[in-house]
């Protein structure tokens, strides 16, 4: 893959490379007493992969958000982050998590002020092997392409938001509407859905 990519910077650093060099196990950003470990490693893993500093941090204050990053001069990116296990112990395969209110203000951003900004989703899937988190592979997209996939909401309960909507989407539906193959999700580095 060449680097001409607007956002991606770093393609080859994964998953497991921010949790083993950092305590990437150790909930740092916003809402760390009810967050998972797991999706602060996914926030820091975007930074890595998306900034040009290789940033090991998360950070937001705002809830639509998970980081942000700037990967050039003059450009900024804000980026919801997502990660979900290859395959649950029952046998189906894992689910991203996307909240309707989180995503309503992520697209309407997006639409509104992409002249100054741009409004990403960072997904992320691994398998658990040792205990330890390994990357299966990793995608980021706009916020915009990620509203033409998604075709349903339903009422979900959190433990800090209370009930919201959210849809809940296997990862290979979501490389199916994206018209990515699970054979080239698996083995590139990332794939930029940006452009």
Sequence with gaps: ??????????????LEDVRE??????????????????????ERLAGAVLSERCSFHSWSDQSHYDTFVTPTDGVCGRVECKSCIYRYP??????????????GVLSYMAENWSDTASYLYFFVVYTIEDSIEREVG???????????????????????????????????VLLRRLGVSQERFETADIIDLTS
């Design 138 to 172: 990793k995608l980021v997209t706009t916020a915009g392409t990620v509203d033409d996939v998604i075709d349903e909401w339903t009422l979900r309960n959190h433990d800090s938001m209370g009930e919201q909507r959210a849809r809940d989407i296997s990862w290979r």
């Design 90 to 103: 029952s046998g189906g395969y894992g689910r991203f998590r996307i909240w309707a209110h989180h995503h």
């Design 21 to 42: 060099d950092f305590e990437a196990n150790q909930a740092t950003g916003r809402g760390g007493e009810t967050a998972s470990s797991r999706g602060y490693n996914a």
């Design 1 to 14: 893959m060449s680097n001409d990519s607007l956002f991606v910077q770093h393609p080859s650093i994964k």
